[in-house]
Nanobody
Framework: VLLVESGGGLVQAGGSLRLSCAAS????????MGWFRQAPGKEREFVAA????????YYADSVKGRFTISRDNAKNTVYLQMNSLKPEDTAVYYC??????????????????WGQGTQVTVSS
């Protein structure tokens, strides 16, 4: 599956952005989807994940209550709505896909499909 992220940019602290990840292929609706981020000099870290039908969602503690993951299977797209952004949210954000939402969803190495990333910069 081919994944293409969009929606990144520069925003002031307290602002909002919505990231999108468009997927190719007719089997998108069967895939679990995730968002990860990587700041300079740091490891790629889990942000959020959603099951194939949207019935199960997970968030990193650092974004819980501020970020919302959702999906539109008719549009082959997964979203990450980011509110109350903080400078520490600055990173390249990556979309990921897997055939199922396993117990080890927080480990980036367990996700086989990745997008190219989109930069999010939050100024103080």
């Amino acid at each position: 599956v081919l994944l293409v992220e969009s929606g990144g940019g520069l925003v002031q602290a307290g602002g909002s952005l919505r990231l999108s990840c468009a997927a190719s292929g007719r089997t998108f609706s069967s895939y679990a989807m995730g968002w990860f981020r990587q700041a300079p000099g740091k490891e790629r870290e889990f942000v959020a994940a959603i099951s194939w039908n949207g019935g199960t969602v997970y968030y990193a503690d650092s974004v819980k209550g501020r970020f919302t993951i959702s999906r539109d299977n008719a549009k082959n797209t997964v979203y990450l709505q980011m509110n109350s952004l903080k400078p520490e949210d600055t990173a390249v954000y990556y979309c990921a896909a897997d055939t199922y939402l396993g117990a080890s969803y927080t480990y980036f190495s367990n996700w086989p499909y990745w997008g190219q990333g989109t930069q999010v910069t939050v100024s103080s």
